[in-house]
């Protein structure tokens, strides 16, 4: 059954999401600078100046705090919060989805 979308459910999603994704990009800054380290220090003892490993590191971070960011949300989806859970529901009957719809 659908329930009403109160400002007290809204936060407490919220929370859920933002709680995880403070932790994921926790995470994303570590490993971007670990591995932004790397390849500038291999970069630099290559010696490619600094503005091209800027150039090439700064990218690499972003995909790592994007990648990381769709992990909070995997995590919530199907959470229960007490009163109410969560999930994905289809907009079409089961009989109409096509075989490749679990992608």
């Not at 007290?8 to 926790?26: K, S, T």
């Not at 994007?66 to 009989?95: Q, W, Y």
């Amino acid at each position: 059954m659908e329930m009403e979308i109160t400002w007290g459910n809204v936060i407490r999603v919220w929370w859920a999401y933002f709680w995880r994704n403070l932790i994921a990009l926790i995470a994303a800054v570590v490993i971007g600078a670990i591995v932004g380290g790397i390849l500038g220090f291999v970069m630099g003892m290559l010696g490619v100046p600094v503005t091209t490993i800027q150039f090439v590191t700064a990218p690499i971070g972003a995909a790592i705090g994007i990648a990381l960011s769709i992990i909070p949300m995997k995590l919530i989806l199907g959470k229960d919060f007490g009163k109410f859970r969560l999930v994905l529901v289809s907009n079409t009957p089961s009989t109409q989805r096509s075989v490749g719809a679990n992608l």
